[in-house]
DNA sequence: GTTGATTACTTGCAATCGAAACTAATGTAG
DNA sequence: CTACATTAGTTTCGATTGCAAGTAATCAAC
């Protein structure tokens, strides 16, 4: 531990810029999705990543690291797709520990509406806002920090 | 609006990495703090600002800025710092809407211990990670985001 | 094949949050 | 001076969260 104890005066500023687009931008795309869409985020997130599986489908487990969350905390996120009709639950055959969740017709036309406000909202924060070798730089400095923490990310 | 519908792929991949990143980063932060100090980090942010400001004190809708946060939250944030005896709150004789936090002696001593774990897992979590050039680049790109939103910073 | 550990998921509880309603003080127009 | 609008901050409400405890199925060891 032969860390200095505080920032210095760069990593300071540094710091005090990420952590205020890390609290603002989570906020500005969950209040537009939530205006326009009645959704979360992280329920946004969840039918996209079944919208996009082959199967359309996705063990609980899995879909909670694909998505950024708790295990306990998207057990709640789908059982409210689920009373929203989103999505439905089912239990594995071969493992019956397990919960399938699927999106139903009723998910793929909510995604299919959602996605382009929230798309535009992504942009209009961030990619509008960046030239191309900014958006290489900000990709490979996120790949970093997450470190072996980035989640398998479905093709 | 002649802006492509969707991200390309080289914005999808870069936005995922970044999205996963925005969602677990402050996760990671507000557990260590919440493990080793019983701090949130909003907590932390306005004991921080309060003990640099050089009166020790601060309007509430100035706090409520400089932490990233809803006016709402902050009176919670601020009423719960109050209770643990961090803070205390004043009217301003001048405008008598206007609440002054300030800070006590305790909070000032709690900020002083729950500091150094707390930029250890900054640390950790970034700075360790970066090069000089990448944290460059990481506070650039930043600060073009947050655009006019970025609060004032003190000295 | 029974016991104990592990894995997958859910749920109870207390705390927190955002949006909107609310109180109170100040500023402004006539 | 008297409305009316604006500003500052708080609070209420329903909903969400994290943590820890719970249920249930599978696995591993003997």
């Not at 950024?68 to 929203?84: F, G, H, M, P, Y």
């Not at 406000?117 to 997450?146: K, N, Y």
Request: hydrophobic share 45%; with cysteine.
């Amino acid at each position: 531990m032969t860390e200095p104890q505080w920032l210095n005066p760069e990593e300071r500023r540094a710091w005090l810029a990420v952590a205020s687009l890390m609290f603002r931008l989570p906020a500005t795309l969950e209040s537009q999705l939530q205006r326009d869409e009645d959704l979360t985020v992280a329920g946004y997130m969840v039918l996209a990543m079944l919208s996009e599986s082959a199967t359309r489908e996705c063990r609980m487990s899995k879909l909670a690291e694909l998505t950024n969350t708790s295990q306990s905390r998207l057990s709640r996120i789908v059982a409210r797709l689920e009373k929203d009709g989103y999505v439905t639950r089912a239990m594995d055959a071969n493992d019956r520990r397990v919960v399938l969740a699927r999106i139903t017709e009723a998910g793929v036309a909510k995604i299919a509406a959602a996605a382009p406000g929230h798309v535009a909202a992504v942009r209009a924060a961030v990619f509008d806002r960046l030239d191309e070798e900014q958006v290489r730089q900000l990709a490979a400095i996120s790949r970093t920090l997450l470190g072996d923490e980035l989640p398998y990310l479905p093709e």
